[in-house]
Structures are given as C-alpha cells and as structure tokens.
C-alpha cells in the first residue's frame, strides 16, 4: 500500500500498541473532557487506577443518550480551534448526534477507511463509483478519504437515481462500488432488468451501514459478478471504515489498534468469545471526540481464533442485529437475524422479510411477511406452511405467515426497515 500507515505486524506489536494508546486516552480524557472527568470523578476514578488492557473492566460507560444530551459539542476533547470538520448522524429519534475530528483524526480515519478497500482487494488502478450520500453524512466523505489515500480514483456520485449510477458504471468503466446492501440488490435487479450485466466492470462491493442476510448478499454477487465486503462503521466512532471483511470472508477484521472492542451481555459482563451480545466501543487514538466504552446497541459476536489470511487485526461476525431491534413476542426474546438466517434456509423464500407487530384484544399479534424467490411457480401457502412449522421448531413462535410474490415488499435506497412494531401506538 502506498500510504504512511503504521500497521502493527504481530499479536505482540498490537498488545503493545494497544496498551499504550489506552493509557493514553484515560489520561486524556480524563484531563482535557470536562464529559469524562465528570463520570470519573462520579465513582471516584484516577487515571491512576488503570494500569493495562483489563482495567477497562473498572472505566464507565458512554450511551447514545449522553451523546444526545450533551449536544452538540460537550463530548469535545481539544481547544476548538484545533477541530478541522464536524458531521453528524441522521437519528432517528431526537436530537443528531455530533462527530468533531481533528486533522489527526481525519489521517487516522483516511488510513483505516485506505486499509479496508485494501482488504477488499481494490488498488491505485481501480475506480471507484461512490453512491452514498455526502455532507453531513459520514458515509460519502469517508469512502472518498480512503480512496483517495490508497491512490485509487473517486467517482463521488453520492445518492442519485440508478440511471445516472448504470450510466456511469457503463461509461467510466469503474472497477468498484460502494453502497448499502439495500441500494446493492435494487441496483443489481435493475441492472439485470436492463440486461446491463455485460457492460458493466464491477469486480468489488463494498457494503456498509445495514445487516444484511447470506441470501441477499448471494443474490447482489450472482446479478452483478462482484466479490462483496461487509464494512462497518458508524458516525460516533468516525464513520465507515471501522473494520470490514478479507478475501477469506470468515468475520470481519477490525482496525485493533485504534479501537477496542468489547461484547457485553445485557447485566454488562464480558460474553465468553463466540456469545452474542452488545458491542462496545472505546477509541484509542481520537483525539477530539474520544469515548470509552461507548454502548453501540449493535448485536455481533467475537470471532474466536485466527484468521487464515494472518492479519494481526481481531474479528467479529457481521453486524447481526440491533438491541432496539429486538424484540419480545409472548414472552420469547427474538433477534431478526435467526428470522433470516432461517429464509436464507428456505429456499423457495427470497431475501426480503418485514415483521408487523401489534395487540389485539390484550394479545400480541405477529404477521411476518416473505417473498417467494425469483421465478417461484410454487404453491406459495404451502411454503408458508412448511415456514411457520420451521419457526416453531427452531424459535418457538408462531406468527401469521404471509408469503407474497416476488418483489412484493418495498426496496429502498436507505436503510430497509423491517420490523414495525405497533403495540404500543
Ligand atoms: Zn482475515
């Protein structure tokens, strides 16, 4: 790679690392965050007390509702002639919440976004067709600073309709594409549609922001010939880039040496490696906006073991599911992620699902709503037959089923919703 990225080369050099860059932070929280030093002094911590790696165990935790309160900018770290650029999430509810970066932090952020279009095989000879959205936004401006601190070309394209993306992809020939996994399949169906395929070079997908099940990914791969990346990120921790799949495909990698990951249950404990639970974040090389152990609300799990392609970086599995997502039916906690990986088993099902919730007469109610595969001829409420007795079986729970034809739900360019829960409106 042609950029100035010290990247630890051992287990051992990353220990090292890690260690010093989480001192580090404590001390600089602790002496330049009137936010932390506040939750410090609330139970009595010094930077004093904290000697390595396992005393994160006794640092308190940062929740988006802190990030929230203190907006926009309470959580700053540095002098504020020091920030450089500020962007902020959409939120969904409430007030955004607010990033600040140093140019520092924009290096860092440049280096590990660089690192994940390397890992996803893309070089200074390639061209990279950008169709997530810019401005305040991470997304766009992200992707760009990595491309552009690898060597490659940027077309920044950000969110316009898909005839300008196909026309583009024909025209300029790019070699890559990064989007969300929803925009992936309803740009690789249309381009189907068009029968495009042969004019299109795409070879690499990166794909951000969204879980997405082993089914759609299969389908957006076959329909337009690429190798996708799972890449993570989010505006709190810098934006996208955080971490994203290799070529072995077995979990994503994540750039260990500025950030610390760690998987907690719902009391706040370590889940044993393999466990899912709630990822949590500490950054160990932000200088404006450092957190500590910041409660992301994402459900993954750690990956246990190496990696075969030797990266010294740590894994955990996709993103696979959010703590808000969640969801309790008739006393059974569901995770929407065992929901697809279960149609990603059926295969007469398609990838796209939606879950209705609601409360008839004192009673919850479920509907979830399917669609049958591309070309399906079948009897279709024989598949949802067979369906409801697969989620009686695995998760115990017996909703009403409706399998509608292909395409029959909605597909948007934003982040597909799809559980609705309507119980307490
Ligand atoms: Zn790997």
């Known amino acids: ?62 929740t988006k ?48 976004m660089a690192r994940c279009w390397h890992y996803a095989g893309v070089t200074p000879e390639d061209r990279v067709q950008i169709t997530v959205g810019y401005g305040l936004w991470t997304a766009g401006a992200g992707f760009q600073l990595g491309i552009e601190r690898l060597g490659a070309m940027a077309v920044p394209v950000g969110p316009a309709g898909n005839d300008l993306q196909m026309e583009l992809m024909i025209d300029l020939q790019t ?15 249309e381009v189907t549609r068009k029968g495009l395929g042969d004019k299109i070079k795409l070879k690499v997908g990166v794909i951000g922001s969204e879980r997405w099940s082993d089914k759609m990914r299969q389908r957006v791969e076959e329909l337009l010939g690429i190798e996708t990346f799972d890449i993570i990120g989010m505006t709190e921790t810098y934006g996208p880039g955080t971490g994203i799949d290799c070529k072995e495909h077995s979990g994503i990698h994540y750039w260990s040496d500025h950030l610390i990951f760690e998987i907690l249950d719902p009391d706040g404990n370590p889940c044993p490696p393999g466990e899912q639970g709630e990822l949590v974040i500490t950054t160990l090389s932000k200088e404006a906006m450092p957190l500590i152990r910041y409660k992301t609300r994402d459900i993954t799990r750690e990956i246990p073991g190496e990696c075969p392609c030797g990266s010294p970086m740590l894994r955990i599995d996709r993103i696979l599911g959010r703590t808000d997502d969640m969801f309790k039916f008739r006393g059974v906690i569901i995770f929407p992620s065992q929901i697809d990986h279960l149609i990603t088993q059926t295969e007469e099902l398609g990838s796209e699902y ?70 307490d409106l």
Not at 45 to 56: A, F, N, T
Not at 175 to 189: D, R
Not at 373 to 386: A, T, Y
């Open 1 to 62: 790679m042609a950029i100035q990225d010290n990247m630890p080369s051992s287990k051992e050099e990353m220990l090292s690392l890690q260690k010093e860059r989480f001192l580090w932070t404590v001390n600089h929280v602790f002496n330049n965050s009137p936010f932390y030093r506040r939750k410090f002094d609330e139970i009595g911590l010094k930077p004093g007390d904290i000697s390595g790696l396992d005393d994160i165990v006794k640092l308190p935790v940062t």
């Open 65 to 112: 509702e802190e990030l929230r309160d203190n907006y926009p900018f309470g959580l700053m770290a540095v002098p504020e002639r020091d920030v450089v650029r500020i962007h902020a999430s959409s939120g969904t509810t409430g007030k955004k919440t607010v990033a600040y970066y140093t140019q520092k932090d924009l290096d860092d952020w440049a280096n590990m």
């Open 175 to 189: 070699t890559a594409i990064c989007c969300t996994s929803s925009y992936a399949l309803l740009l690789a169906e």
């Open 354 to 423: 939606q879950i209705r919730l609601n409360r008839q007469d004192g009673r919850d109610s479920m509907v979830l709503r399917l669609e049958a595969r591309e070309g399906f001829k079948g009897d279709k409420q024989e598949v949802e037959k067979k369906f409801l007795n697969t989620l009686k079986t695995m998760i115990g729970v017996s909703p009403k089923v409706e399998v509608l034809d292909y395409e029959g739900l909605p597909r948007t360019e934003r982040k597909t919703k799809r559980v609705y829960d309507e119980r």
